[in-house]
T-cell receptor, first 109, second 117 residues
Framework: AQRVTQPEKLLSVFKGAPVELKCNYS??????LFWYVQYSRQRLQLLLR??SRESIKGFTADLNKGETSFHLKKPFAQEEDSAMYYC???????????FGTGTRLQVFP | DTGVSQNPRHKITKRGQNVTFRCDPI?????LYWYRQTLGQGPEFLTY????????KSRLLSDRFSAERPKGSFSTLEIQRTEQGDSAMYLC???????????????FGAGTRLSVL
């Protein structure tokens, strides 16, 4: 079955602390993995995807096929990182996205 | 604003009524997706179009739901005989299938929030 699991509903850290948002997936094949972010009162937007292997706003995510994980990391959290983060996957046909339930990140000053 | 546009932003209806939502994708995007999101959940796929062809429908899309994209541009999602369980945020996204450099970057609209009383 195709599934994305985000085990934490809420992650609270202080400004400057490291952040890791966990994402595990189940997919028979080689999916494409994404992180989407939704800031307060804004629409869902792409943060990064594993194919591009880039760092966006200081965030990185490495696809670990052995552990079927795609954890999102940032070494030093900022208050403006507070948002809802969704991990998602799509198949090789580049069709629908399958989302996890999301993790709310709260960064305190 | 050249992003994905959804109308209306909010819709309140009584149980049993029909409702229709509209999505205008980013110009020249050939793919259009509908998702539904309920409280505490991530978006769940409903259906998607490539140009005017509806390529896939989720089992979530009961026979009370119908979606169209008649000219390959805007799309409508209609729910007939609404039920309280239909209350959710309905999201539209669009994308364009590119060459080998990248694919399936979906851009989302702000959503239509449906409340069925």
């Amino acid at each position: 079955a195709q599934r994305v699991t985000q085990p934490e509903k809420l992650l609270s850290v202080f400004k400057g602390a490291p952040v890791e948002l966990k994402c595990n997936y189940s997919y028979s094949g080689s999916p494409e993995l994404f992180w989407y972010v939704q800031y307060s009162r804004q629409r869902l937007q792409l943060l990064l995807r594993h194919i591009s292997r880039e760092s966006i706003k200081g965030f990185t995510a490495d696809l670990n096929k052995g552990e079927t994980s795609f954890h999102l990391k940032k070494p030093f959290a900022q208050e403006e990182d507070s948002a809802m983060y969704y991990c998602a996957l799509s198949g090789l046909r580049a069709d629908k996205l399958i989302f996890g339930t999301g993790t709310r990140l709260q960064v305190f000053p | 604003d050249t992003g994905v546009s959804q109308n209306p932003r909010h819709k309140i209806t009584k149980r049993g009524q029909n409702v229709t939502f509209r999505c205008d994708p980013i110009s020249e995007h050939n793919r259009l997706y509908w998702y539904r999101q309920t409280l505490g959940q991530g978006p769940e796929f409903l259906t998607y179009f490539q140009n005017e062809a509806q390529l896939e429908k989720s089992r979530l899309l009961s026979d009370r739901f119908s979606a169209e994209r008649p000219k390959g541009s805007f799309s409508t999602l209609e729910i007939q005989r609404t039920e309280q369980g239909d209350s959710a945020m309905y999201l539209c996204a669009s994308s364009t299938i590119t060459g080998t450099g990248g694919k399936n970057i979906q851009y989302f609209g702000a959503g239509t929030r449906l409340s069925v009383l």
